[in-house]
């Protein structure tokens, strides 16, 4: 069984769709051991915890550094000894340190088709605001390892969604998750426990 942790910074919607996956048997040999977030008041710590999940805040304004914050973010992971973290709309920079001792089991989501729309400053609602300004027809999400670059690790999958002409940021970004992100997410999570990639 994978024991997976998943880190989070808002709603969890992704971190719903895992929960979901596993419920329905769509993710299968994966369990979700921790749910972190660095924001108290972010709605995916319930989601976790109306799951049973045990649901962790860690936020970097509560310790004296940030390097005390990256100790007790790690500290926290191998004390769940998991063998994945999945970043689900975690917006905190992910330690060097982290980076190395968990190669190739970091995994992040990015709500667009990398390389577009990627790398520092491209985050949420952000991501849809270039992509409008830019004009692209396709944009999509992509799930990729985590390597020490913003958004530059190994991809593993990724799914296209239309732009339609009078899209917002909002109405785009709703559709990138429904058509993209709350699928590819999962079957990431499926294709590493199940031994695919
Ligand atoms: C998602 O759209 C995810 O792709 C994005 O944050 C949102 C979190 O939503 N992540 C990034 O932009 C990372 N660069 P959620 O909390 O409802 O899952």
């Not at 921790?34 to 995916?44: H, K, L, Q, R, T």
């Not at 915890?49 to 936020?59: M, R």
């Not at 969604?161 to 990138?176: C, M």
Request: proline residues 5%.
């Amino acid at each position: 069984m994978l024991r997976v942790g998943v880190l989070v910074s808002g709603g969890g919607t992704n971190l719903q769709a895992i929960l979901d996956a596993i419920d329905n048997g769509k993710i299968t040999n994966a369990q979700v051991e921790v749910v972190i977030s660095n924001n108290a008041g972010a709605y995916a710590l319930e989601r976790a915890k109306n799951h049973g999940i045990p649901a962790v805040c860690l936020s970097p304004k509560t310790f004296e550094s940030r390097d005390r914050f990256n100790e007790a973010l790690l500290d926290t992971i191998d004390g769940y000894g998991l063998d994945l973290i999945v970043l689900a709309g975690f917006l905190v920079t992910i330690p060097p340190a982290m980076i190395q001792k968990y190669r190739n089991r970091i995994i992040n989501i990015h709500p667009s088709l990398i390389p577009s729309f990627c790398g520092v400053g491209y985050y949420g609602l952000k991501v849809h605001e270039a992509a409008l300004a830019r004009g692209v027809k396709i944009t999509g999400a992509t799930v990729h390892f985590v390597d020490e670059g913003m958004d530059s690790g190994p991809i593993i999958l990724q799914k296209a969604v239309e732009v339609q002409p009078e899209d917002t940021p909002k109405v785009l970004q709703q559709r990138v998750m429904e058509q993209a992100e709350w699928i590819i997410l999962p079957q990431a999570i499926h294709m590493i426990a199940n031994g695919e990639i």
